[in-house]
DNA sequence: GAGTTTGAAACT
DNA sequence: CAGTTTCAAACTC
């Protein structure tokens, strides 16, 4: 179970008035369960390494559920795609699909408010005033945009400017929703701009309420799958806060009514069946100029009042697969088409998830729409971003999504309340951007997908994005060596790899070494990097302050690199080596092995720890020429210090990785990806994998060790991790989805998400 | 861009 | 589990 909690036992510093919110703690103290399972679609790797997830869930609907959650935004992010506008009589279908999504969205939640409140049948939710979804909808895209729309700002991200309150709903939104976010950039980069369009039109007091009711939303649908009971307990507490925001609760409710009252069902109806799909709006919708800004307030409402359910879900999961590898359910999905009947309205029960993509990925393949159609697959998300980061803004946005995605359920789970540290992490996300100088800022309105090889040639090069391109010669990409692989992610055209089965076409092979390769170590697609929280309650204050913020899990065993390259995967990683590392003569400017902090150790040395080599060895007192011999008596000298974490945490931010210019984020941090992420992103999270959580790291941390799997507990003490060990005896700490790569960004914020795991033990049987 | 170095991953 | 080989990224020129 495990894999997250969370429940944020100890915050040390309140990011932001949600948390100290009822609702934030509400929202913590929902079961860990759920986010788990948000994290794993999120991200790339891990959906794909659990087969198990399922055992984490109570029921399958209530995965469905979450899913159908997610493919609901992404619509909504659809519908302000030019793509409805577009003359292409291809993009019918795809106009189609997301005005019915869309449509969805408001149905359901209209049904849900009128069934949860009067037990009204489903149908009965046309009654109910769509203004507030639809304009809900709407809104989230833009509330992104807003909140990440600038990655190229600094650490203050556009929504400085409003409200407090709206930029916090806004991040909030964006790391509840990143799914959507993403998949809607992904699928449709053009829809950025429009998204764009709505943002800078939509008045501030609008995108206030609607961040909120976005956020609570969001919330909500993290929480659908919690029992009704959690619903309402969250909804009580909601209300009961302090929050000024007005409508949030009525937002809130709506939502949650929604969610638990579509269970799905509506999703396993057939479009056709469906009464309430209707052409004729859906016509609608794609004639709305998504530059409008109010969608919502402008359009009635009733017009969008289309549901089909089965084309959200599928436009979700949609979303959702191309940025993963979703091995497991590679195969049921592959079974649902060989069946035939897969119509795509026909539901599985058992995978529910599939049907719906499937369907989703039949009438969008034929979309004119290139990046749509590109690979139907999976894994397209984080290599997107990958590719972009460099280029384009709109990559930005998209990693932000990404990131947010891959720890997204789990961060999202987590708080709402947190959107102050939305907006952190959405300023993370930008000074991940900003690491890499080579980072031009391209507009969103550049599509990614259209890139041409050169650029994401060029882009391999500078960007310190996850992107994952790999180039691989014997491997077939189906090993680890493959960083695509590795990261849970397809490879893609920028890879220049030769004789690869790390594609869609081959997904049962991938999905079959992936398997494999778990087998042999479970933590194998787990995010290399750890962060872990910064004080571990069990080590004294001392150990508290040094939070060796993050950890490559296994360590490294560097012998000529002194840590001091990329070879080193902790230097990689952006973290500092630690007493797992096998490592000689460790330089590595993130910390120390030596530095590590032993428990026990105190050492005001952390504090000196510096942050690059050249510091470092200053403070050292070293030469560097001397610091070989000097690294090798550190242990001696600074025995103890162990700590400072602290300092390190700190320092680090402050510093730049070194390879931020030309480097690539470190693998672990796709992890998004994927696995990397990025529980994921992809990020990750190749990923960009995933990047975002930097803010969902915060709450992992002070996870209770009883709801944290023995697994991630180890992060909670710098000295566990060193414990920790993969069934291959390996030492493995805590899977941890970072999204980035460079812990030294973000200085001052704590961002550890302490790893979920990605694999199957997580699960209860764990 | 080719060649070298490096260390993780894979293999024995 | 240790040692070796393979591999591809990182790095150098």
Request: aromatic share 6%; hydrophobic share 25%; proline share 8%.
């Amino acid at each position: 179970m495990a894999m997250d909690t969370p429940e944020k036992t100890q915050i040390t510093s309140p990011l932001s008035k949600f948390e100290d919110s009822p609702v934030f703690n509400y929202i913590n103290s929902l079961s860990p369960i759920k986010p788990v399972k948000s994290i794993n679609i999120a991200q790339t790797f891990h959906s794909l390494s659990f087969a198990s997830l399922p055992s984490v869930f109570t029921s399958p609907h209530v995965n469905s559920h979450k899913e159908t959650r997610f493919l609901k935004r992404h619509n909504y992010v659809d519908l302000s795609k030019p793509e409805f506008s577009s003359e292409n009589g291809n993009e019918v279908c795809n106009d189609e699909g997301l005005a019915v999504d869309a449509a969805q969205l408001y149905d359901n939640s209209t049904e849900l408010q009128e069934n949860f409140d009067s037990g009204v049948s489903i149908r009965d939710g046309s009654v109910e005033p769509p203004g507030e979804h639809l304009k809900f909808t709407i809104e989230l895209p833009r509330t992104l945009k807003y909140d990440c729309g600038s990655p190229d700002s600094d650490q203050t991200p556009r929504c400085g400017t409003q409200a407090d309150i709206v930029s916090k709903s806004a991040g909030t939104i964006a790391s509840l929703a990143p799914l959507t976010n993403v998949a809607s950039h992904k699928d449709s980069p053009e829809g950025q701009v429009h998204l764009a369009g709505l943002y800078k039109t939509d008045s501030k007091k609008e995108a206030t309420e609607c961040d909120w009711e976005n956020l609570i939303s969001d919330a909500s649908d993290l929480f659908i799958f919690n029992s009704p009971i959690d619903a309402d307990g969250f909804k009580e507490l909601f209300q009961k806060s302090p929050n000024p925001v007005v409508g949030f609760c009525t937002s809130f409710n709506e939502v949650r009514k929604m969610q638990i009252v579509n269970p799905f069902g509506p999703g396993e109806q057939n479009e056709k069946e469906d009464p309430f799909t209707q052409p004729g709006e859906t016509i609608e919708l794609t004639q709305m100029d998504p530059t409008h800004d109010n969608l919502a307030a402008n359009e009635d409402p009733d017009k969008y009042i289309i549901s089909n359910p089965s084309k959200a879900v599928s436009n979700l999961h949609r979303g959702m697969r191309r940025r993963c590898l979703d091995f497991e359910k590679v195969g049921a999905r592959r079974k649902n088409i060989e069946d035939g009947s897969s119509s795509g309205s026909v539901v599985v029960q058992s995978d529910e998830k599939i049907t719906y993509e499937n369907t989703q990925l039949v009438p969008f393949k034929p979309s004119s729409d290139s990046s749509r159609c590109i690979l139907p697959g999976i894994g397209l998300h984080l290599n997107a971003l990958a590719i972009n980061a460099k280029d384009s803004k709109k990559i930005k946005h998209e990693t932000f999504s990404s990131s947010v995605t891959l720890s997204g359920s789990a961060a999202s789970f987590h708080s709402p309340t947190s959107g102050q540290e939305l907006d952190e992490s959405l300023t993370l996300v930008s000074a991940e951007r900003d690491m890499d100088p080579n980072d031009n800022v391209v507009p969103f309105v550049e599509d990614f997908s259209q890139t041409s090889p050169k650029k994401k040639r060029r882009r391999l090069e500078g960007e310190a994005e996850a992107c994952k391109r790999c180039n691989c010669k014997k491997s077939k990409c189906l090993k680890l060596y493959c960083e695509c692989f590795a990261a849970g992610v397809y490879c893609i055209e920028p890879c220049a790899c030769q004789d690869c089965f790390n594609k869609p076409i081959h997904e049962d092979t991938v999905l079959a070494t992936r398997k494999q390769i778990e087998s042999r170590n479970p933590l194998a697609f787990a995010p290399k990097v750890i962060r872990s929280s910064e004080p571990a309650p069990e080590i004294g204050d001392e150990s508290s302050k040094t939070p060796a913020s993050a950890r490559h899990k296994r360590g490294c065993n560097c012998k000529k690199s002194s840590c001091l390259k990329k070879y080193c995967e902790c230097y990689q990683g952006g973290v500092g080596c630690s007493l797992n590392c096998r490592c000689e003569g460790c330089k590595n400017a993130f910390g120390r092995k030596d530095d590590f902090p032993n428990l026990g150790s105190a050492s005001v040395e952390m504090e000196d720890e510096p942050e690059d080599e050249t510091e470092a060895s200053e403070k050292n007192g070293v030469d560097k020429t001397l610091q070989k011999t000097e690294i090798q008596n550190n242990d001696e000298h600074h025995p103890h210090s162990a700590l400072p974490t602290t300092p390190l945490r700190f320092s680090r931010p402050l510093v730049q990785l070194p390879f931020s210019s030309k480097g690539k984020p470190p693998r672990s941090f796709l992890g998004v990806g994927s696995s990397s992420g990025l529980y994921t992103g992809q990020r990750y999270g190749k990923q960009n994998f995933l990047r975002p959580q930097w803010k969902f790291e915060k709450q992992f941390q002070n996870v209770p060790d009883d709801e944290i799997p023995e697994i991630l507990r180890e992060n909670h003490s710098p000295s566990s991790g060193i414990k920790t060990s993969s069934p291959n005896s390996k030492r493995v700490s805590p899977p941890q989805s970072n999204l980035e790569p460079s812990p030294g960004r973000r200085s001052g914020r704590k961002l550890i998400l302490q790893s979920i795991p990605s694999f199957p033990s997580l699960t209860p049987h764990h």
